[in-house]
């Protein structure tokens, strides 16, 4: 029987590889959380989950003190099953991010487990849509960077091959956004997409005025122009404006999701499975969002989103953010601005178990 014996988790430090600054944070370093487990008919699974540089501790906590003791003797074959009893364990800080992290943690694992036990990629296991996916490049966009080297950068992309690039906003002066978003569309020309970022960095006046002075330049989208819990300030500027706005990595419940769907306050949802709590209901956006005739083009941690995108027909793209380069055996097969997702048994990551000790912290 395929039911969990062992359960064990850790936290690792990954250093950032490149500076990466949008208009409210720095990323300082990936606190990775990972959780192995093992069946008793001897199959393993590991999952993980992250930060961006805080409460990584608080997650491996709420794992060690609740969730990994409760999580033996179930089994692997039922994910929802196993997701309900862990949630169940945690009724006192749900939904929240702390909870929502530690989540993920197990729920990676037990698909992981669940998908090598049945010999099958998690794109194929979650529903085997298509099975390669396009990328687009954020590491050539921040907002530090200058404008001629962002130009620069975003040529660069497009000769590539990538599909698009993600370009920060949220600058002091509102002009700079405008006048270096001008100066890329012109340097790359009209077929190229570009989306743009301001990290919930805007009021409704700001971010109205903003998408207005950049609807001229032909955006793909606008991601988190406002504060992530304001979904009526969403509705209202997806109404006044013809730029796709995009919302979700801040978002942390299936029903969150809910209330941007039902209230048309996201054009375009970018679930992220470690923050909305793993696979499980990151699968539930994703058909909730089908439903809606929204498509999902998920927030960071391309590792595991590549699967998740490819499993679903609403996954449109994957951010390219190499985030995992330190700690995987392989890196991700970049062909033409796309990737064929990986197709061996499991979550689709071969982790360097070296490396992962050589930079575990707790
Ligand atoms: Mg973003």
């Known amino acids: ?182 100066a890329v569309r012109d340097a790359v020309g009209l077929g190229y997409s570009l989306m743009v970022d301001a990290n919930q960095g805007l009021g409704l006046a700001d971010a109205r005025a903003l998408a207005r002075a950049l609807e001229p330049s032909g955006i793909t989208w606008l991601e988190e122009p406002l504060p992530a819990d304001d979904v009526s300030a969403h509705a209202r500027l997806v109404e006044s404006t013809t730029i796709p706005i995009a919302v979700g990595e801040s978002l942390y419940s299936v029903g969150q999701f809910k209330e941007y769907l039902a209230r048309d306050a996201a054009t375009i949802v970018q679930p992220d499975v470690a923050r909305v709590g793993g696979i499980t209901p990151w699968l539930k956006i994703a058909h909730l969002a089908e439903a809606f005739n929204v498509p999902v083009c998920p927030h960071f941690l391309m590792e595991l989103h590549v699967s998740l995108v490819a499993a679903v027909p609403n996954g449109r793209i994957v951010e390219y953010i190499p985030q995992l380069r330190a700690v995987t055996a392989t890196d991700l097969r970049v062909i033409g601005g796309g990737t064929i997702v990986p197709d061996e048994p499991g979550i689709g990551i071969s982790w360097d178990a070296d490396a992962l000790e050589n930079l575990r912290v707790a």
């Open 1 to 182: 029987m395929p039911i969990i014996r062992h359960a064990h988790a850790m936290l690792v430090d990954i250093p950032v590889e490149t500076v990466r600054t949008d208009a409210v944070q720095s990323f300082v370093k990936q606190e990775t959380i990972i959780v192995d487990i093992e069946t008793d008919d001897g199959t393993p699974g590991r999952g993980y989950s992250y930060t961006i540089g805080t409460g990584g501790r608080a997650v491996l906590s709420m794992l060690h003190d609740h969730l990994l003791p409760a999580v033996v003797g179930q089994d692997v074959r039922r994910p929802e099953a196993v997701w309900r009893h862990m949630f169940s364990q945690t009724r006192a800080t749900t939904v929240g991010a702390v909870t929502s992290l530690a989540l993920a943690a197990i729920d990676t694992a037990v698909w992981d487990a669940r998908c090598r036990r049945n010999g099958e990629p998690l794109w194929r296991a979650a529903g085997g849509s298509q099975p390669e996916v396009p990328l687009y490049d954020t590491e050539g966009g921040w907002l530090h960077i200058d404008t001629e080297e962002l130009v620069a950068n975003t040529v660069a992309a497009r000769d590539g091959g990538w599909h698009g690039s993600k370009l920060k906003v949220g600058s002091t002066d509102p002009r700079r956004d405008v006048d270096r978003l001008a």
